[in-house]
């Protein structure tokens, strides 16, 4: 990036962790990643989920047809891990390359997750299968016990379940999705090499405060919940150290206004609009523009084991205004003034 220009080209990005829904909606929201990013894992909790090697062939081809003309993206497929998964189908699916890893969520942690794991004792076998594999595990990291404070989920998974899964599979590559605590970013930074997270534009912007900022903010809310400061600092300060474990995943979860705005509003954010715009933002506040690409670009496609894409994507420092509304959905940062736009 120049002073005088303020023009930043990177080597395009891939998006590691994207909802892109089904019907409808898949056609309306995947021209919004596909503009930018070469890649994507797509997450599989659709209704029913995506829990079968058949499920995901059909499922990327629909993706696939939703694509606008001449757009080059190629949507990672990942198996919804429930109770009754079974090992032998998983890996025959890795290793045919119709997965790249598996998703677990723990059972109602968050949207349409009914049918996942309660209990990871249940999946040792899929686990085993998946360390000899070297297929990676992307998790939903919280604890769903009605006991424990919603906003302490995350660090509580953290201390019971993903320590313990470490000691136990040591050569399993594993994903902690969408981390938002500043315990999730210690444990990552100090972990093996075979562990690394994600992060989403919201949790390096917003506190907890946006879900109250003048009434309640449905479209602020998502899961895992914004929380403390003291954490989206400690989740900026990953995103932008440069160490390899952190990349980017939006997390971009679209839902219809109507859904969003009810009486038991939907969990998610719709930022794949200006997803790569919002992240550089974050980066050019905390000066560490110079380790943007990485962050975007690198990271992740070496955790995957997969080939860094050879085209480029510019971003120009002169500003674009995000609408209010996009179709039926309530984008990230509606009605505001963005510092950046990507290219034509």
């Known amino acids: ?184 970013a210690s444990f990552v930074a100090e972990g093996p090499r075979s562990l690394a997270a994600t992060i989403t534009p919201q949790h390096l912007h917003l506190n907890r405060n946006a879900l109250f900022a003048g009434g309640l903010r449905s479209h602020a809310y998502c899961l895992p919940v914004l929380k403390r400061e003291r954490h989206r600092l400690a989740i900026r300060a990953a995103a932008v150290s440069g160490l390899p474990k952190f990349f980017l995943g939006t997390d971009s979860a679209p839902h219809l206004v109507d859904a969003k705005e009810s009486g038991c509003g939907c969990a998610g954010i719709f930022n794949a609009p200006a997803a790569l715009e919002s992240y550089l933002a974050v980066f050019e506040e905390e000066g560490a523009v110079a380790r943007f690409e990485g962050f975007a670009s690198e990271h992740g496609a070496r955790f995957y084991g997969l080939p860094l894409n050879e085209g480029t994507v510019t971003l120009v420092r002169d500003g674009r205004d995000m609408p209010e509304r996009i179709g039926d959905v309530v984008p990230f940062h509606a009605g505001e003034r963005l510092a950046w736009r990507v290219a034509a």
């Open 1 to 184: 990036m120049t002073s005088e220009v303020q023009i930043l080209t990177i080597r395009q990005p891939d998006d590691w962790h994207l909802h892109l829904r089904d019907g409808a909606m898949l056609e309306a929201v995947v021209p919004w990643s596909a503009r930018v990013f070469a890649r994507a894992i797509v997450m599989p909790n659709l209704s029913p989920p995506v829990m079968q090697v058949a499920d995901a062939v059909r499922y990327r081809a629909r993706i696939l047809a939703a694509l606008p003309p001449g757009a080059a993206f190629e949507p990672l497929m990942t198996c919804y891990l429930s109770d009754d998964t079974d090992a032998n189908e998983l890996v025959h699916g890795y290793a045919n390359g119709v997965w790249v890893a598996a998703k677990l969520y723990p059972a109602h942690a968050t949207t349409n997750s009914e049918h996942g794991v309660t209990d990871l004792v249940r999946i040792r076998p899929v686990l085993e299968a998946m360390q000899r594999a070297g297929m990676p595990l992307l998790i939903h990291g919280e604890v769903t016990e009605a006991a424990v404070d919603i906003f302490d989920r995350e660090a509580v998974f953290v201390e019971r379940v993903l320590g313990p899964l470490i000691r136990d599979f040591p050569e399993l590559k594993i994903v902690l999705e969408h981390i938002t605590t500043e315990e999730a």
